[in-house]
Antibody, heavy 117, light 110 residues
Framework: QVQLVQSGSELKKPGASVKVSCKAS????????MNWVRQAPGQGLEWVGW????????TYARGFTGRFVFSLDTSVSTAYLQISSLKAEDTAVYYC??????????WGQGTLVTVSS | QTVVTQEPSFSVSPGGTVTLTCGLS?????????PSWYQQTPGQAPRTLIY???SRSYGVPDRFSGSILGNKAALTITGAQADDESDYYC??????????FGGGTKLTVL
């Protein structure tokens, strides 16, 4: 069965970096893209971008360029989201979701990133 | 920048039918926007209901259906149940690899 398992919660100070992992199983990793979605506390879903798991080419939404970086390790079927120069407003749950027809089908359980001094 | 619009809230009676919509601040939604729909209850990860306008995702009952109604994408829930009470989000593909979520609709079943 398809599963996306994300890394655990993180507490970081402003200015630090964080790397969230998303390990896929149950399917051929490079056959589906990986999307990333953010949800700030009490807010709606926000599309961060996606990465082509076959070519490694990333696409970022407006507002998520520069500090947000997607990467892959196809040898372990894992996608990563790294956020640098963290700000308080980056506090959110970050989800990975397998791409399907410009949407998503399977979702990870989410990773809470808290930025606080 | 084009905004994806959804009703902020909606209510439906148990057993009733409700249609939630997903539009654009400028222009019409078509199948070329590959509308998808997601259900989320508090504290849980989203669940995919519909992708590519009207394709149901795995394990989604046929009470949930997607379509294009007029100039908007639509999610119709028939035979509403208490556990359909959730937030519903649509996602539209804007082209050039970019997608945008709507603000979500809070559905109450009462």
């Amino acid at each position: 069965q398809v599963q996306l398992v994300q890394s655990g919660s993180e507490l970081k100070k402003p200015g630090a970096s964080v790397k969230v992992s998303c390990k896929a199983s149950g399917y051929t990793f490079t056959s589906y893209s990986m999307n990333w979605v953010r949800q700030a506390p009490g807010q709606g879903l926000e599309w961060v971008g996606w990465i082509n798991t076959d070519t490694g080419n990333p696409t970022y939404a407006r507002g998520f360029t520069g500090r947000f970086v997607f990467s892959l390790d196809t040898s372990v079927s894992t996608a990563y989201l790294q956020i640098s120069s963290l700000k308080a407003e980056d506090t959110a749950v970050y989800y990975c979701a397998r791409g399907r027809a410009w949407g998503s089908d399977y979702w990870g359980q989410g990773t809470l990133v808290t930025v606080s001094s | 920048q084009t905004v994806v619009t959804q009703e902020p809230s909606f209510s439906v009676s148990p057993g009733g039918t409700v249609t939630l919509t997903c539009g654009l601040s400028s222009g019409s939604v078509s199948i070329s926007y590959y509308p998808s729909w997601y259900q989320q209850t508090p504290g849980q990860a989203p669940r995919t209901l519909i992708y590519s306008t009207n394709s149901r995702s795995y394990g989604v009952p046929d009470r949930f259906s997607g379509s294009i109604l007029g100039n908007k994408a639509a999610l119709t829930i028939t035979g509403a149940q208490a556990d359909d009470e959730s937030d519903y989000y649509c996602l539209l593909y804007m082209g050039s690899g970019i997608s945008v979520f709507g603000g979500g609709t809070k559905l109450t079943v009462l």
